[in-house]
C-alpha cells in the first residue's frame, strides 16, 4: 500500500508541475479552444492538457516498477503488459495531440484508434471468452479481435464525449480510476493496483487547473489517453488473470464508467432516430441538458460527479459482493440509471415548451426580422446581378451571420463560386450551422445559397428557415429579370421571350 500511496502523491506533484508548462507550450502552438457553438465556455482555453496527464502517470509507474524491490517481485513477467499500456497510451496521445493542435478527420482518428487497439491486442490485451449465468463459457474464437478492439474503442471515445464541461471527464474517470484501484488492492493485482494509483493522483493535480473555471482543457490528447488506459487495464484485472472473463467482471468497468457509456449510447440512438450520422457534433450530451434544464457550470459537474460515485460503489459491491449482494447492487444502480433518464425526460417537455419559447425571443432571429425587409427594398432598387447578390453579403455586417456563399453550376462540388464572410470568420469551422437554399423552384434549380452561422442552439429556429427563404426567393425574382447564369437557360429564355413580346409596337 504504502507504494500505492508514492505512486499517487509522486503523479500528483507532476501534475501540478507540468499542467502549467503544458498550458504555455499551447497557447505557443495555438492548441487553442475557441468558444461557440456547441462549446460552452465563454473564453479562448488553452488544449493539450492530456500530455501533463501521461508524463505525470508514466514516470511512477515505470520508476516504481523498476527502482521499488517489492514491485519489482510483483511484476515479475508483466513488463510487457506495463510497456504496452505506456506505449500504447503514448501512441493515442500523440494522435489527440495533433488533433488538438491541427485538426484531424474522424476516420483518421478512427483508424489510429483501431490501430492501437490492434497492437494491444497483439500484447496479450484480450477478450477470448465471457462466462455467463446459465449459459456457460462463451468462447469468442475468431471474434476475439473484433470484440476486443470494440471495446477499446469504445471506451476511448466515450471518455472523449463526456469532456464537454471544466473537470467532467477528469472526474468521472477519477471515480471509474478509484473503483478499479479498490478492486485490484482487494484482489491483489498489483499491476492495475499500480497504475490506478497513478493515474488517480494525475487526475488529482490537473483538477487544480482543469475544474470551473478552466485555465486548460485535457483535449482529445487527454480524453483519448485516459480511455485506453481505463480499456486495457479493465481487460489486465479481469481478463487475463483467468482464461475466461466472467460476465460480473465485464460489467465492473461499464458500471465504473456507466456515465460516459450511457451518453455515447444515448447520443448514437438519438442520432439515428433524427436521421443524422452517429458521429455528429452536436449540443444534445447528458451535460449540455442538464445545462439546458437550468443547472449552473459547476452543479451540472458535481451532480454527474455524484451519479459516478453511486456508479463506482455499485461496480465495488458487484466485483466484491456475494451474489445477492450482486442482485441488490445491479438493482440500486439500475434504479439510479432510471432515475437518471426519467429526470432527464421529466423535464424534456418543460425544456422543449422553454426553448420554443427563446427561439421567438432569439436575438438572432429578431436581427433577421429587422434586416430583412431593408436588403428586399436594397434588392428592388438593383440594376444588375453582382449588385443583388452583394446585397445579400450585407447579412455578413449588419447580422451574426458568418458566411454567405453562392454555390453555382460548374464548381467543384461544395466549393462557392461567391463568397461573403464576416470580419474574422472562419468559413471552415465545423461547428457552424448551415443553411442551403435553391435559387428557384427546387427541382429545376442549377445554383443555391448557402448561410452558416455560429449558433448555441441544436438547431435554428424555424422563423430563420422562413426569412431566409423570402430573403432568397426575392433576389430569384430580380435574378430572372436580369437573365443572370445562376437559372436554368429554360427560364432565362423565358424571360427574355416575354421581355420581346412587351417590347413590340402595338
Not at 465556455?41 to 488553452?46: C, E, K, L
Request: hydrophobic share 50%; aromatic share 10%; proline share 4%.
Amino acid at each position: 500500500m504504502k507504494s500505492y500511496v508514492v505512486a499517487c502523491l509522486i503523479s500528483l506533484f507532476l501534475s501540478v508541475l507540468v499542467t502549467p508548462l503544458v498550458r504555455r507550450f499551447a497557447l505557443r502552438v495555438g492548441a487553442v479552444s475557441t468558444p461557440g457553438g456547441r462549446h460552452v465556455h465563454g473564453r479562448a482555453i488553452p488544449r493539450l492538457g492530456g500530455i501533463g496527464l501521461a508524463f505525470a502517470w508514466a514516470v511512477p509507474v515505470v520508476a516504481l516498477a523498476m527502482r521499488d524491490p517489492m514491485m519489482a517481485r510483483a511484476l515479475n513477467g508483466r513488463w510487457l503488459q506495463i510497456m504496452t499500456v505506456v506505449g500504447g497510451g503514448a501512441a493515442i496521445c500523440t494522435v489527440g495531440a495533433l488533433d488538438d493542435v491541427r485538426g484531424l478527420r474522424s476516420q483518421y482518428k478512427l483508424a489510429a484508434q483501431v490501430m492501437v487497439a490492434c497492437f494491444a491486442f497483439v500484447c496479450g490485451f484480450q477478450i477470448q471468452a465471457i462466462q455467463l449465468p446459465l449459459f456457460g463459457t462463451l468462447q469468442m474464437g475468431a471474434f476475439a479481435l473484433p470484440v476486443t478492439v470494440v471495446w477499446i474503442v469504445g471506451v476511448t471515445n466515450a471518455v472523449n464525449l463526456i469532456d464537454g464541461l471544466d473537470g467532467l471527464a477528469a472526474g468521472v474517470t477519477f471515480f471509474a480510476a478509484f473503483t478499479s484501484f479498490v478492486i485490484a488492492s482487494i484482489s491483489g493485482s498489483v499491476f492495475v493496483a499500480l497504475t490506478m494509483a497513478a493515474l488517480m493522483g494525475a487526475l488529482i493535480g490537473f483538477l487544480f487547473f482543469n475544474f470551473n473555471p478552466a485555465r486548460i482543457f485535457m483535449g482529445d490528447s487527454g480524453s483519448y489517453f485516459l480511455g485506453f488506459v481505463l480499456a486495457t487495464t479493465a481487460l489486465a484485472s479481469g481478463g487475463l488473470q483467468q482464461k475466461a472473463a466472467t460476465a460480473v467482471s465485464l460489467l465492473v468497468p461499464v458500471l465504473a464508467l456507466g456515465v460516459p457509456i450511457f451518453d455515447t449510447l444515448f447520443s448514437m440512438f438519438r442520432r439515428l432516430v433524427e436521421r443524422r450520422p452517429i458521429f455528429s457534433a452536436d449540443r444534445g450530451h447528458v451535460h449540455h441538458r442538464l445545462l439546458d434544464l437550468g443547472l449552473t457550470h459547476r452543479r451540472a459537474v458535481i451532480f454527474l460527479y455524484g451519479i459516478s460515485s453511486l456508479l463506482a460503489a455499485g461496480a465495488i459491491a458487484v466485483s466484491l459482493g456475494r451474489s445477492w449482494h450482486v442482485g441488490l447492487a445491479l438493482l440500486s444502480v439500475s434504479l439510479v440509471f432510471v432515475g437518471f433518464v426519467r429526470f432527464l425526460g421529466y423535464f424534456e417537455y418543460l425544456h422543449f415548451r422553454k426553448r420554443q419559447r427563446a427561439r421567438l425571443r432569439d436575438p438572432f432571429t429578431e436581427n433577421l426580422r429587422r434586416v430583412i425587409p431593408r436588403l428586399i427594398v436594397s434588392l428592388s432598387k438593383e440594376s444588375g446581378e453582382a449588385g443583388a447578390l452583394n446585397v445579400l453579403g450585407r447579412l455578413t455586417t449588419e447580422t451574426t451571420i458568418s458566411c454567405v456563399e453562392v454555390l453555382a453550376p460548374g464548381e467543384a462540388a461544395g466549393q462557392p463560386s461567391r463568397c461573403w464572410s464576416a470580419v474574422g470568420a472562419d468559413c471552415a469551422m465545423r461547428d457552424l450551422v448551415e443553411m442551403v437554399f435553391p435559387i428557384g423552384p427546387e427541382s429545376n434549380a442549377i445554383a443555391s445559397l448557402r448561410f452558416r452561422w455560429s449558433c448555441d442552439m441544436e438547431d435554428p429556429a424555424p422563423q430563420v428557415d422562413v426569412l431566409l427563404q423570402i430573403l432568397v426567393d426575392e433576389l430569384y425574382g430580380v435574378l430572372l429579370a436580369f437573365g443572370s447564369n445562376l437559372l436554368p437557360v429554360q427560364e432565362r429564355t423565358e424571360t427574355e421571350m416575354t421581355v420581346a413580346r412587351v417590347a413590340l409596337p402595338g
